[in-house]
Every structure is written in C-alpha cells, then in structure tokens.
Nanobody
Framework: QVQLMESGGGSVQAGGTLRLTCRINRHASLMAWFRQSPQKEREGVAA????????LYGDSAKGRFTIAFDSSRNILYLHLNNLKPDDTGLYTC??????????????????WGQGTQVTVSS
C-alpha cells in the first residue's frame, strides 16, 4: 500500500512563496499535485514521471510553480512562487504505480494523501 503525507502548506500574502512536500513510503512511477477549493472543482496542478525531466503543468501553474521529485528520498515537492489569492485551496499529492507519461487526470492516480491547506491573502 502506497501512503502519501503532505506538509508545507500555510498562510501567505499575495506574491509570497511556499514549498509543499509529499513523502511517499513506496515506489511510485507517476506523481502529481492536485488542488481544490470550495468554489472550484479539483484541478490538476502538476505531474511528473519518475526518472523524467519533462513534467506537465496545468495552465494556472505554468511559469509560477515547479514540481520536483527526489528519488533518493522518495519525496515529491511543489514550489509555489508568486502566489495569488486564486491559488488558495487544499493541495493534495497523488501517485500511481503505472509507468506512463505525466497526466493531470485524477482517475489515473490510485493513491492519495490527505492534503495540505494553502491560503493566500491579498
């Protein structure tokens, strides 16, 4: 059973930065970050394939967020820069044991963490 645990969320002002961390206890081939707020549907933020340097970003993340995976420690990161109030939400990491290209469809992931809250004030 793959287990994921996020940390690093918090409250920041617009323009601020955060680094989210997701610790994964077992091997996973495909990993991603999703986010959701009460006003919006779940949204894929970024995805990365183990061993690949070609991540996939959702439109809202391009140019501001960076996903990275430390395979030696099995830790997934999401660096959030230039945060905006619209970025507020519960950020959740997800993983799949299937080795395939990065994708931001939630149905492709069968392991999920509990999420970490990000709140951005104007």
């Amino acid at each position: 059973q793959v287990q994921l645990m996020e940390s690093g969320g918090g409250s920041v002002q617009a323009g601020g930065t955060l680094r989210l961390t997701c610790r994964i206890n077992r091997h996973a081939s495909l990993m991603a970050w999703f986010r959701q707020s009460p006003q919006k549907e779940r949204e894929g933020v970024a995805a990365i394939r183990r061993g690949s340097n070609s991540p996939l970003y959702g439109d809202s993340a391009k140019g501001r967020f960076t996903i990275a995976f430390d395979s030696s420690r099995n830790i997934l990161y999401l660096h959030l820069n230039n945060l905006k109030p619209d970025d507020t939400g519960l950020y959740t990491c997800a993983a799949s044991s299937i080795d395939e290209r990065p994708i931001l469809s939630a149905q492709k992931y069968n392991y999920w963490g509990q999420g970490t809250q990000v709140t951005v004030s104007s």
